[in-house]
């Protein structure tokens, strides 16, 4: 597994976190996940302007082997999607943590952010999960 980005927070769900300068966040699912579903032919994305609470289930990742949630981590409102996985939702098999994006959030507390993994918790919690 290649070196999960020191930048980013991760929920137990696998999804990731990315803090933006104009205080929105950018969530996307981990290398880890990805690799567990095998490729995605598609992605079903929250509506732009939907409110969702921590732990929603926000869209649906679809891959060859098995459909997956995913859930929102932090509360707030959906502001904006990837387009772009319409017509390639494998860019988040080969690029997780950029172009993989799925959607941004205009969190409603950051405080939230607070309740979630730092790279190296996440590790951590991925190493004991496979025991």
């Known amino acids: 597994m ?3 980005p020191r930048e ?3 929920t ?3 999804e990731w976190v990315r803090f933006e300068e104009d205080g929105s966040l ?3 699912i981990t ?5 567990q579903l095998g490729e995605l032919v598609f992605v079903d ?4 302007g939907i409110r969702v609470h921590a732990s929603d289930e926000v869209c649906v990742v679809e891959s060859v082997k098995a459909a997956s949630d995913v859930y929102s981590p932090v509360s707030g ?5 990837n387009e772009d996985l319409a017509e390639s939702p494998s860019l988040v098999n080969s690029d997780p943590y950029h172009d993989g994006w799925l959607f941004r959030i205009d969190p409603d507390d950051t405080e939230e ?3 979630l993994l730092d790279d190296q918790a996440y590790s951590e919690y991925l190493e004991e999960d496979e025991d």
């Open 12 to 14: 137990q769900t696998h």
């Open 2 to 4: 290649n070196k999960m």
């Open 77 to 81: 409102k959906i502001i904006e999607i």
């Open 26 to 28: 950018v969530v996307g």
């Open 8 to 10: 980013l927070k991760y």
């Open 45 to 48: 994305l929250p509506d732009i």
């Open 31 to 35: 290398e880890h996940a990805q690799a």
């Open 113 to 115: 952010l607070n309740e």
